[in-house]
């Protein structure tokens, strides 16, 4: 597997690793799949509006509602989620490998005002498999705590065309993204920031 840029927390990232056309083929192939299952406010399971609007590809999509978090096998408006574009699965399979291909692209959009609090990524079955994400438009401040809530924490602005991996010691921290940088990049008609993770998910 390539070198990571740095490291930080044990979490690998790759600064810049998408040019900016296949960035541009990203953002067109992921036009195509909210076209078919557009994008949704989620709420909390205690009934607050995430700040992110949402849609997932592939086998799962990841959902939230008064139910709680989890992966299901249909978009909340009831049609299936489409596949995981090509462009995707081969940043996956350069960075993590073949062996296994993720379960589910989840698509969060940022607006101005959008962020996300600290979590950590844990419905899926098997923490063996890490979890990639790709930034895509504007500029957005990632913080990177520990293994359990508070403690100290480091953060790093991530760019478009940047590719994170957590995994290993990696998989199970606090992370979130405090804020975002309107007007930093042009990739996106009407700014924002779009962040993808893929995820093996059973
Ligand atoms: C974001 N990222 O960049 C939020 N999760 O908008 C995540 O929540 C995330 O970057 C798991 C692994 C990598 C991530
Ligand atoms: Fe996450």
């Known amino acids: 597997m390539p070198e990571p840029t740095l490291i930080l927390r044990d979490v690998a ?3 810049g ?25 989620p709420v909390t399971p205690t009934g607050r509006a995430m700040s992110v609007r949402m849609t997932s590809a592939g086998r799962y999509g990841w959902i939230s509602d008064r139910n709680g978090y989890r992966y299901a096998p249909n978009h909340p408006g009831g049609m299936g989620w489409p596949p995981i ?7 996956w ?7 296994r291909l993720p379960d589910c692209c989840l698509i969060n959009l940022y607006t101005t005002e959008a962020r996300m609090g600290l979590h950590q990524d844990r419905d899926e079955a098997d923490f063996s498999w890490p979890v990639l994400s790709v930034s895509l438009g504007d500029d957005a401040l990632f913080r990177i ?9 480091e953060s790093i602005w991530l760019n478009s065309g940047d590719v994170v991996v957590m995994g290993g010691a990696a998989r199970l921290v606090y992370h979130g993204i405090d804020r975002i940088r309107p ?20």
């Open 13 to 15: 990232i790759y600064k």
């Open 17 to 41: 690793w998408l040019d900016l056309g296949k960035q541009a083929t990203l953002v067109a192939a992921l036009r195509d799949v909210v076209a078919r299952a557009p994008l949704f406010q």
């Open 85 to 91: 574009p090509e462009p995707v699965l081969a940043i």
């Open 93 to 99: 399979r350069a960075l993590v490998g073949e062996t």
């Open 145 to 153: 705590g520990n293994l359990t809530r508070g403690g100290k924490t």
């Open 183 to 202: 007007g930093s990049s042009s990739l996106l008609r009407g700014g924002g920031r779009i962040n993808l993770t893929c995820r093996v998910v059973t």
